[in-house]
């Protein structure tokens, strides 16, 4: 479309209904009666961020990927129409399908009625009670929800989350996914759970088309999520090296454990002792919490028992 024409369009899709249907009518004479039909009727909202997906190709690739089979429990959050829910109901998952929009969340009561696995929620995904037992999640959600949504599943560690498939838009993947946490949370999230980019996907996968590409994210829980003591103390270890990242990082862990048994710590974790502790990746801040654990060590300088609990437990608190 040439430069001079284009520029009489709005970005319909981003506009208002109201807004698109005068500039119609305004514009085009002929589709004024078309316009006029039109005019009582109203779109579903559109949430900031919120972009659903449709490409079939791709939601069986995240069902797949998920390990969501027969039993399994899994949330999709930010479930619109259903693609994804309709997906996992179909490989025998139990579905709860969180919608915050009351209209979409009527049309998946409508589309799963009578169907045993899905159960549909209206809820903000923000707020909605997580289950208590294990659980997976499959799920495209607005992308502006990203970082509440990561708080949500990754922040507290008595959440039971046993893996998750996101579609997110790409910019927000790739720190995510990023090496080299930027900071004390990101930290805490990338130590405790693998966080990869599996690969682009493009607006054309969507309804509306977002203006940018989105992006496969693969959540896996590591070992330590198995251990509450350990998470514990990485918690304390994090928090002191984001207040000086550019600290040497025995010289951090010395503050807590002693100088010569942090840096036997460090090596044993391979990590070289002089690095400065804010330029530690996700997998070295695990190695680091793992091996506090599995050698009996707390931050307080007190030998551990089994599990890295305190080896006299009468009145200890860790």
């Given at each position: 479309?040439?430069?001079?024409?284009?520029?009489?369009?709005?970005?319909?899709?981003?506009?208002?209904?109201?807004?698109?249907?005068?500039?119609?009518?305004?514009?085009?004479?002929?589709?004024?009666p078309l316009c006029?039909?039109?005019?009582?009727?109203?779109?579903?909202?559109?949430?900031?961020?919120?972009?659903?997906?449709?490409?079939?190709?791709?939601?069986?690739?995240?069902?797949?990927?998920?390990?969501?089979?027969?039993?399994?429990?899994?949330?999709?959050?930010?479930?619109?129409?259903?693609?994804?829910?309709?997906?996992?109901?179909?490989?025998?998952?139990?579905?709860?399908?969180?919608?915050?929009?009351?209209?979409?969340?009527?049309?998946?009561?409508?589309?799963?009625?009578?169907?045993?696995?899905?159960?549909?929620?209206?809820?903000?995904?923000?707020?909605?009670?997580?289950?208590?037992?294990?659980?997976?999640?499959?799920?495209?959600p607005p992308f502006?929800?990203?970082?509440?949504?990561?708080?949500?599943?990754?922040?507290?560690?008595?959440?039971?989350?046993?893996?998750?498939?996101?579609?997110?838009?790409?910019?927000?993947?790739?720190?995510?996914?990023?090496?080299?946490?930027?900071?004390?949370?990101?930290?805490?999230?990338?130590?405790?759970?693998?966080?990869?980019?599996?690969?682009?996907?493009?607006?054309?996968?969507?309804?509306?088309?977002?203006?940018?590409?989105?992006?496969?994210?693969?959540?896996?829980?590591?070992?330590?999520?198995?251990?509450?003591?350990?998470?514990?103390?990485?918690?304390?270890?994090?928090?002191?090296?984001?207040?000086?990242?550019?600290?040497?990082?025995?010289?951090?862990?010395?503050?807590?454990?002693?100088?010569?048994?942090?840096?036997?710590?460090?090596?044993?974790?391979?990590?070289?002792?002089?690095?400065p502790a804010g330029?530690?990746?996700?997998?070295?801040?695990?190695?680091?919490?793992?091996?506090?654990?599995?050698?009996?060590?707390?931050?307080?300088?007190?030998?551990?028992?089994?599990?890295?609990?305190?080896?006299?437990?009468?009145?200890?608190?860790?």
């Open positions: 479309m040439p430069t001079r024409c284009a520029a009489r369009f709005p970005p319909i899709l981003e506009s208002s209904w109201s807004t698109t249907l005068t500039f119609l009518r305004a514009s085009f004479p002929r589709l004024r006029l039909g039109l005019a009582g009727r109203r779109l579903a909202p559109n949430p900031a961020g919120a972009h659903f997906l449709r490409d079939h190709t791709l939601i069986a690739e995240l069902v797949r990927a998920s390990g969501a089979g027969q039993g399994r429990l899994v949330l999709d959050l930010g479930a619109g129409s259903g693609a994804i829910t309709a997906r996992l109901a179909a490989a025998g998952a139990r579905v709860i399908a969180i919608e915050h929009d009351p209209r979409l969340a009527a049309g998946l009561r409508r589309r799963f009625d009578g169907d045993r696995r899905v159960e549909v929620v209206q809820a903000d995904l923000r707020t909605v009670p997580l289950p208590r037992r294990e659980f997976l999640v499959v799920a495209s502006s929800l990203t970082t509440a949504l990561c708080r949500r599943l990754l922040d507290d560690p008595a959440v039971p989350l046993a893996g998750a498939e996101l579609i997110l838009q790409r910019g927000a993947a790739r720190w995510l996914a990023s090496p080299r946490p930027r900071d004390a949370e990101t930290a805490w999230w990338a130590a405790r759970y693998e966080l990869r980019l599996a690969r682009t996907v493009s607006p054309a996968s969507f309804v509306p088309p977002p203006r940018v590409d989105a992006a496969r994210l693969t959540i896996t829980p590591r070992a330590i999520t198995q251990h509450p003591g350990a998470q514990r103390r990485l918690r304390t270890v994090l928090r002191a090296a984001y207040r000086r990242p550019g600290a040497r990082a025995d010289a951090l862990l010395g503050g807590l454990l002693g100088g010569r048994q942090s840096r036997r710590l460090l090596i044993g974790a391979a990590i070289d002792p002089a690095a330029h530690l990746t996700g997998d070295q801040w695990h190695r680091l919490a793992i091996t506090l654990a599995d050698r009996g060590h707390g931050l307080d300088g007190r030998a551990r028992g089994p599990g890295g609990w305190p080896a006299r437990t009468a009145n200890c608190h860790d």
